[in-house]
């Protein structure tokens, strides 16, 4: 139990061009889903929270208006990067939590590597 | 003062040994642990979780919490080279805006030797 899958696993793009990921909780009904991002031999950064049919609400430092969130049922939310720029290449991971409580654990899908020309 | 640190390492041991990890953070209410095994390339995968004082079994796996000294540990029992990985402790921070958030330390990367 407790899948998370993210689609797709891996993305070329040029710079300029808009990117979409998608995670999906495949056997459980994610209230939250996390965004995080993670440049080589660093830890997770978390990048936003999002709760289903919520507005995402993004850290400190991360551009809202480039990493766009959408959570808009309890097993898919997709992330944007608008314009992307080579300096948003990156490995992005999302998670989901099924419960609401900061207790109950967070379950990773396998990541997307961004890289952007 | 980092809000989750952690040994960077690398810390090597041979095979069939015991890997001890160590985690402290600085936010004296946290509730919640969790250690997390990431391979190279590779997203995080949980190991365990931990949310009261004294020691969790798992396997080979061994987690310990001490809430008073703030510090969290995973000890490894017959480590094998397959548990060559970077470890990542994760706290959940009480506190304000941070409520419900995974903070994670910097990982520790083990390499266990035949």
């Known amino acids: 139990g407790a899948v998370v899958s993210q689609h797709p696993s891996w993305v070329i793009c040029k710079s300029g061009t808009s990117v979409k990921i998608e995670c999906r909780s495949l056997d459980f009904q994610a209230t939250t889903m996390f965004w995080y991002r993670q440049f080589p031999k660093q830890s997770l950064m978390l990048m936003a929270t999002?709760?289903?049919?919520?507005?995402?609400?993004?850290e400190q430092g991360v551009e809202k208006d480039k990493f766009l969130i959408n959570h808009a049922s309890l097993t898919l939310s997709t992330l944007t990067v608008t314009s992307a720029h080579p300096e948003d290449s990156s490995f992005y991971i999302c998670?989901?939590?099924?419960?609401?409580?900061?207790?109950?654990?967070?379950?990773f899908g396998p990541g997307t590597r961004l890289t952007v020309l | 003062q980092k809000e989750v640190e952690q040994n960077s390492g690398p810390l090597s041991v041979p095979e069939g040994a015991i890997a001890s990890l160590n985690c402290t953070y600085s936010d004296r209410v946290s509730q919640s642990f969790f250690w997390y095994r990431q391979y190279s390339g590779k997203s995080p995968e949980l190991i365990m979780s931990i949310y009261s004082n004294g020691d969790k079994e798992d396997g080979r796996f061994t987690a310990q919490l001490n809430k008073a000294s703030q510090y969290v540990s995973l000890l490894i029992r017959d480590s094998q080279p397959s548990d060559s990985a970077t470890y990542l402790c994760a706290v959940n921070m009480a506190g304000g805006t941070s409520y419900g958030k995974l903070t994670f330390g910097q990982g520790t990367i083990l390499t266990v030797h035949p």
């Open positions: 998670s989901a939590r099924a419960g609401t409580s900061g207790a109950d654990t967070q379950y």
């Open positions: 999002s709760n289903e049919g919520s507005k995402a609400t993004y």
